[in-house]
């Protein structure tokens, strides 16, 4: 039973660690394509494609590895999230598709540049808004009997996923415009600043209303973060939070350039980390525990060990990706 449960807790951060890559990597490209409309067309809207145009499918690999992880390691959530969310995931997969033939169409159908413009926007939020949602409808909480889903189609769509989806593109849009600010120049640069602004004061709020929310969906949310032992284990989060969200609007206010990318991906940071205090360790919310939904260890054993030889792989020529293109671009897409 020691091996069992030492390795389905493995299970849960190698899943809760793909996922929290593809935020942090796939999530500021996303939030260059929402914010797109606002860019102004032809140079800026260029320098802005360029500037993720090197890794930007390199980052959804941790997609796949996260959603296959999860069929692999926990195939009992697996089959209860996606019923579930099953209109969320579709739409997040055709926003993601469109996304990615517009990125390459607008190069070489200029002829139908703005409707491939829109297609890119409209894709990035679909899918933004799409997996925020997913999260809402997890955390407000899946039907499940007999070891299946048992509500129906619509149950997702409620006041408070389209709240966590709000949210999801408001972070996605901050992490977009603070991408752009360390990576463009001149006007492009002045730009993202200000829509760097108006974004993180948007996820601030976003996430204050979404956090204060929870505590009134479960009374065993609302135990973990206001009730002794474990609100002194849970307080760190949103103190720390607090700090660098006073940090990232001084670093935008003195016209840092690198700053406010990283303390950005440190509110996501925190932000999964407020999600792992609220949700453990349950898989599906009061429903399912990890151990629950665990597959065999047999299983388990023989994933970890390709996880252990393919993961290294995948960050050292991901890591090697953004070191090459490091940099800033213009809109001939030069670093």
Sequence with gaps: ????????????????????????????????????????????????????????????????????????????????????????????????????????????????????????????????????????ALLQGITVADRAYAGS???????????????????????????????TQGRGQDHAYRLARYAAFATLALMAAVSLYNLGLHPDYRARWLSMPALAFAAPVPIVTGILAWQLIRALAKRREATPFWLSLGLFLLGMAGLGVTIWPYVVPNALTIWDAAAPER??????????IIMPVILAYTGWAYWVFRGKVDADGYH
Excluded at 101 to 127: L, M
Excluded at 168 to 174: K, Q, S
Excluded at 300 to 307: A, I, K, P, R
């Design 153 to 183: 189609w619509f149950d997702w769509l409620t006041p408070y996923t389209l709240l966590t989806g709000l949210g999801t593109v408001a972070g996605y849009a901050l992490l977009g415009s603070c991408w752009l600010v360390w990576k």
């Design 299 to 308: 299983s388990q054993v023989f994933m970890l060990v390709g996880v252990a």
């Design 1 to 136: 039973m020691t091996a069992n449960f030492d390795l389905t807790v493995i299970w849960a951060f190698i899943i809760a660690f793909a996922v929290m890559m593809y935020v942090v990597m796939d999530g500021f490209d996303l939030g260059i394509g929402i914010l797109f409309p606002s860019f102004q067309v032809g140079e800026e809207r260029d320098a802005a494609m360029n500037a993720i145009a090197p890794v930007w499918d390199g980052n959804e690999t941790w997609l796949v590895l996260g959603g296959g992880g999860l069929l692999a390691a926990f195939p009992l959530a697996y089959a209860v999230v996606l019923p579930a969310t099953y209109p969320l995931i579709i739409a997040m997969l055709l926003g993601l598709v469109f996304r990615g033939v517009a990125f390459e169409f607008r190069w070489r159908d200029p002829r139908h540049r703005r409707f491939w413009d829109f297609a890119f926007c409209g894709g990035s939020f679909v899918a933004a808004l799409s997996q925020g949602m997913v999260l809402g």
